[in-house]
T-cell receptor, first 112, second 112 residues
């Protein structure tokens, strides 16, 4: 069966520090991968999606970036965090652009 | 791009009631629509996926319908239980996109 792993679960980082969040999927090949951010009490904002290795589509201009170095690995990064980067970050996958989507358990990021 | 709206934002009902959650979308060319459940501080759990060629899907006490012509989907929960308390989100995507667009969610409280 397919599983998705996302870590860390919680993270407290100072302003200006770098960020690296990792997401891996098991049990499937060539998944579509997604990074979302959920601000407190609000809906999910799509940040990046990827349909293959090295293929990244960005939805929102910001100081975040994403990379897909391997088929089932998706990384969210920042060189210098801002206070506004605080939020709940969720990784998701699905087998195609139209298949059922499955989410990781999320990372709670607090920038102080 | 697809815009998704969920009404109401919050709903409180006594245990045992049947209830309906609403989801509206702007692009009738939607390819599929998925309903999720989110418990506080957790990731999203997939409930039901409706493909554009389908009109409804059922799982246990849950029934989701899709009306592309009117731009609406509903999630029907029968005989609600306190364990159903959570935030429910819907997400839709167009055929030419690989992303999913989310509504802000409906926070459901079922009182014992």
């Amino acid at each position: 069966s397919q599983t998705i792993h996302q870590w860390p679960a919680t993270l407290v980082q100072p302003v200006g520090s770098p960020l690296s969040l990792e997401c891996t999927v098991e049990g499937t090949s060539n998944p579509n991968l997604y990074w979302y951010r959920q601000a407190a009490g609000r809906g999910l904002q799509l940040l990046f999606y990827s349909v293959g290795i090295g293929q990244i589509s960005s939805e929102v201009p910001q100081n975040l970036s994403a990379s897909r170095p391997q088929d089932r690995q998706f990384i969210l990064s920042s060189k210098k965090l801002l206070l506004s980067d605080s939020g709940f970050y969720l990784c998701a996958w699905r087998t195609s652009g139209h298949g059922e989507a499955f989410f990781g358990q999320g990372t709670r990021l607090t920038v102080v | 791009k697809q815009e998704v709206t969920q009404i109401p934002a919050a709903l409180s009902v006594p245990e045992g009631e049947n209830l309906v959650l609403n989801c509206s979308f702007t692009d009738s060319a939607i390819y599929n629509l998925q309903w999720f459940r989110q418990d506080p501080g957790k990731g999203l759990t997939s409930l039901l996926l409706i493909q554009s060629s389908q009109r409804e899907q059922t799982s246990g006490r849950l029934n989701a319908s899709l009306d592309k012509s009117s731009g609406r989907s509903t999630l029907y929960i029968a005989a609600s239980q306190p364990g159903d308390s959570a935030t429910y989100l819907c997400a839709g995507g167009g055929y030419n996109n690989n992303d999913m667009r989310f509504g802000a969610g409906t926070r459901l409280t079922v009182k014992p």
